[in-house]
C-alpha cells in the first residue's frame, strides 16, 4: 500500500528539482497499463543515442487478457524500478487503461527519498497527480515508447531537453476563443478523463493557484462538457490562475449534434473567471506532444491568437 507519510516527503518537498540525467544514467521502461503492440526498437534507439541505459521491465513482454500482465505484476515492476537507486527514470511504454488498478500496490516511501523522473501522458496521468500531491514531485508529461515512431522531432526533442535539464519554453498560434492574460503558477493536470477519475482520491490535485493543463481524446462532446462541469461543480477550476487547453482528438458527436465546439464547452463554463485561457496548446495525443514538466512553476501569456509558456 501506498505509505504517503513516509519519512522522505519532507526531504522531497524542500529539495526542489529531481536531478536532471546525464549520459551513463539508467533509464527503465515499463508497462503499467495496456501492453505493448509492438517491440520498442526505435525508443531504445533513441534512448540509447542520448547516451542513456535502457532497462526493460518485465511487463513490456507480457500480456493478461488487454494489460500488460495482471495488476500485481504491473505494480510489481514498477516497485522494482522505484526501489532501484541506479534507476534514474522511469518512463511508461505506453497508456491506455490500468494504472488505477495497480497504484495503491505500490509502495512510493522509496521515492520519496530517492526521486526519479517519471514520464508518460494520458492514463499515466494518474502517477503525475499522485506523485505531485503526495510527496510534491515533478514529473514530465510527454511522448512515450509506443508513440516515438509517430512523434515529431520537435517532440521527441522537448522530452530530452526536459530531462537533461535544458530551457523549455512554447509559443504557439492559438486562435480566438482565447482569454487573454498573464499568470505565474505551478503546471498541474493531464488527460482530463484521468484528472476526473482521481477527483476525491488520495492522488487528486489541489487545483488552487495552479496553471491547469488539459487533453483528451476520443471522448464525445457531450462527455467533455460534463467532465469539465463536474470539475467546476467541485470547485477545481474557480480558483486557477491559468488554463491551457491542449489536443482534444478524435473527439465525437451523436446523432443529434451536441451544437458546442470543446472551445466554447471550456469559455462558456469558466467565462466568469478572472485568470487567462488559451487554446491549441501543442500537447496531447498528436505527433506533436511536447513536453511539459508538471509540477513547476510556468509564465503565461496569453493574447488573442498567440501564446507563449515558459517554465522559470
Not at 186 to 212: E, F, P, Q, R
Not at 293 to 309: F, I, N, S
Request: charged share 20%; proline share 4%.
Amino acid at each position: 500500500m501506498n505509505n504517503i507519510k513516509s519519512s522522505g516527503l519532507a526531504d522531497l518537498r524542500t529539495s526542489g528539482l529531481i536531478p536532471y540525467l546525464k549520459k551513463g544514467d539508467k533509464i527503465a521502461i515499463t508497462c503499467p497499463a495496456k501492453k505493448l503492440p509492438n517491440p520498442m526498437t526505435d525508443a531504445i534507439t533513441l534512448l540509447q543515442s542520448w547516451g542513456l541505459e535502457v532497462v526493460l521491465g518485465d511487463t513490456v513482454e507480457a500480456s493478461f487478457h488487454q494489460f500488460a500482465g495482471n495488476d500485481d505484476f504491473r505494480a510489481a515492476d514498477m516497485q522494482r524500478f522505484i526501489d532501484d537507486d541506479s534507476i534514474k527514470a522511469i518512463i511508461a511504454a505506453r497508456g491506455g487503461y490500468g494504472t488505477v488498478r495497480m497504484i495503491d500496490k505500490v509502495d512510493f516511501s522509496r521515492f520519496a527519498q530517492n526521486p526519479k523522473w517519471l514520464i508518460g501522458f494520458s492514463d499515466i496521468t494518474l502517477l503525475h497527480t499522485h506523485l505531485f500531491t503526495n510527496y510534491g514531485a515533478q514529473t514530465i508529461h510527454g511522448q512515450m515508447p509506443v508513440n516515438i515512431p509517430d512523434a515529431s522531432k520537435h517532440s521527441i526533442d522537448t522530452l530530452r531537453r526536459a530531462l537533461f535539464g535544458e530551457d523549455l519554453s512554447y509559443e504557439f498560434i492559438t486562435h480566438d476563443s482565447n482569454k487573454p492574460g498573464e499568470a505565474t503558477g505551478i503546471i498541474v493536470g493531464g488527460n482530463l478523463s484521468l484528472l476526473v477519475a482521481s477527483a476525491g482520491s488520495v492522488s487528486d490535485l489541489d487545483y488552487t493557484g495552479k496553471i491547469l493543463f488539459i487533453e483528451d481524446v476520443g471522448e464525445y462532446l457531450y462527455s467533455v462538457d460534463r467532465m469539465l462541469r463536474m470539475l467546476d461543480r467541485a470547485g477545481k477550476l474557480k480558483n486557477l490562475a491559468g488554463l491551457v487547453v491542449g489536443g482534444f482528438t478524435d473527439i465525437k458527436d451523436n446523432d443529434i449534434p451536441f451544437g458546442q465546439t470543446v472551445s466554447q464547452i471550456v469559455m462558456e463554463i469558466v467565462k466568469e473567471y478572472n485568470y487567462p485561457v488559451c487554446f491549441d496548446f501543442p500537447a496531447g495525443h498528436i505527433p506533436d506532444n511536447n513536453s511539459l514538466v508538471l509540477g513547476r512553476e510556468v509564465g503565461l501569456q496569453v493574447d488573442e491568437k498567440q501564446a507563449k509558456l515558459w517554465f522559470k
